[in-house]
């Protein structure tokens, strides 16, 4: 069976800048209001036959929405960010001939290689999953859209 949580109706948003370094329209910080929607699979279980309590799924996902809100998501794991300095107050980096200085308590940095809708919706069912697993035994899957708008995001699915 199949669960499914609008985030615009379930209000499982964020705003945050970000960058696809070297893109050619993309490269500069910007942002979004993103939109996350779930989908969780699985068989009924438990006391009141659920897949997955909606309530539980929404929590998980509201708390990485909270992390990522109002940040500069920045990708630790990039080919072509070089980190010239991090510390508790400060992160500088360069990117080809620019070069970064923005407070740590602004930033949100993350073990991916990009900050792409397509890595944010891999790192959100990936910790989704994990989570829901964890308190559930059922829960088979876990498919996340990142929207960076309305109609336009990417989809992953993390499976057993």
Request: glycine share 8%; with cysteine.
């Amino acid at each position: 069976m199949k669960i499914e949580i609008n985030g615009i109706h379930a209000n499982l948003r964020f705003s945050s800048a970000h960058m696809i370094p070297l893109h050619e329209s993309c490269g500069g910080i910007h942002g979004h209001s993103y939109i996350v929607d779930l989908t969780v699979e699985g068989e009924r279980s438990g006391e009141f036959g659920f897949v997955v309590d909606f309530k539980q799924a929404k929590k998980i996902v509201r708390e990485i929405c909270s992390e990522f809100d109002h940040k500069v998501l920045i990708p630790c794991n990039s080919d072509v960010i070089e980190f010239t300095h991090k510390d508790d107050k400060s992160v500088e980096f360069k990117i080809g001939e620019k070069e970064y200085k923005l407070p740590l308590e602004d930033c949100c940095l993350l073990e991916l290689k990009s900050t792409s809708a397509e890595d944010l919706a891999e790192y959100f069912a990936g910790e989704t999953f994990k989570y829901l697993k964890a308190s559930n035994n059922s829960v088979s899957s876990v498919q996340i859209c990142v929207n960076e708008g309305i109609g336009q995001g990417a989809y992953f699915q993390t499976c057993e």
